[in-house]
């Protein structure tokens, strides 16, 4: 877990210093309006002038065109998050750590799908995001499995290990990942939280609400999309405990009835937040405008908590997500123009502050 | 004009008889070609909204998939893609539209729900929904496609035999028929007329010879009659 105690207090003034540094490096607004409107060998060439050059040089013989934007964005995403890690010391690095594990989950389910469909090592190899706690030895075991029962006999030992043992016989009846995916995302937001100290101060406070909203929106994301679905499925298999929003009574009643729904988001601490976003979910046809509205109001509480305690975990936080935003934006222009999207259109779909 | 007709009554008659037989099948094989062709505009025009509307949806649905791997990350859409489990089927059978035997095909396991198609909910989002959604429809359409486009290759090469034989009916084997017919008729005249002048000749021959004996039985008569002393 975390190699210092995590009792102990963190040595938040030079991390956060550290991440004030990093943070003034991001691409802004009107960086993103250049980028929407260079093609791909223009978005290559401006990475390579920018904090992405070492990673673009690196990979440049062996990928090209946007294959090599994702793959340096992904390492450049990793080494940030692995400097945090590195940087961080006492209750800090734990925070770090247990919100960097997502990228343990996105790893784990990688490679899960990479066994089960029979892709080649080196195609998983490349897709990995070397940027949570599991260790480059870890990740290549992981690499090695030629089942997805290896798989999760080799992470028996972290926090992924009960669930997904559990999940296994699932697995085998049914000959789907479902199962397995759905224990790996859970574990990942249900540690986010569990066994946090209770006396807390304002900025962790602050943080698990954070968290707790994060778990919110992911839960309501969801309910929406089974709603919409239509499928048969048991809303509680989805559903992640820490959230303040609904409750697994909640979801099942609110899950047949999307105006209920929508209604008790409206009513509910989030209803200020959201209100415009509902709005848009109830005129359109897609939840996408809504999931982009729901990541654009977590964007912007991370970095109100950043900036009312500059010296807590938050600014930290507000820097992983900004970052995550960064490569999932630049990722976004470099594949929507592949594709020959209108740069207006893309613009619309950038999620930024 | 064939080498082998023979000149004769029960030839003539079963040329004849050929001849009401074609006409008939050549009217028959008509009002199919007619037929087929009613059909075909039928289907050509549904199979042209089927195409219009195929390109749509794969339009439609390179733009989800361009946006799911846009903007959830190629690696996201290939680990969705890869989870799906089963695949989908199709059946055929087929079915007679004016006897021509046109496919109906049958899918299933196309369209899923959320729960069927094997990714996690937690870990995916809503446009990897979207294409997935629009994929479906895709393929669904595509199968359409298949159908009404099998079905008009199908109408056509129909066509087009009906059309040969139609043709071969009114521009070979009915005019080189009319051509024996006439060519028999014109033999049968010809040979009666022969016969008339034939039987003419014979008449006149016979008559030509009884006058000859009349006349030699009375120059006979004549020198028989005795003198008067």
Redesign the interface.
Known sequence: MSRTDATEEGNYEYVTARVRSRRSRLFDGDDYRKLVRMGTGEIARFMEESEYETEMNRLGARHSGVDLIEYALNENLAKHFDDLLRWSDGALYDYVARYLRKFDAWNLKTVLRGVYSGAEREAVEDDLIDAGEFSAATLERLTEAGSVEEVVELVDRTIFGDALTAAVDDYEEAGLLVPLENAVDRTFYEHLIAGLPRDRDRATELYVEFLEAEIDFVNLRNALRLARSGAEMDPSEYYIEGGRLLTPADLRRLVANEDQLVEHVRTSIYGDELDEALDVLEEAETLIEFEHALDAALLEYADTLSNRYPLSVCPVLSFVLAKEREVDNIRAVARAREAGLDPDEIERELVML | MADDVKPTRKELMQIEERIELSERGHDTLEQKRDGLIMEFMDILDEAKDVRSDLDDKYEEA??AI??A???D???AV??AA??L?EHPEITTESKSVMGVYIPQIDSTKVRK????R??????T???I??AADAYEELVDQIILAAEVETAMKKMIEEIETTNRRVNALEFKLLPELRENKEYIEQKLEEQEREEIFRMKKVKDKKEAEEDAEAAAKEEEDEEVVPADD
């Open positions: 390179q733009r361009n946006m791997r846009a903007l990350g190629d690696v290939r680990g890869a989870a489990k729900n959320l729960d069927q094997g990714y996690g909910v937690l870990g989002s809503a446009r929904d979207e």
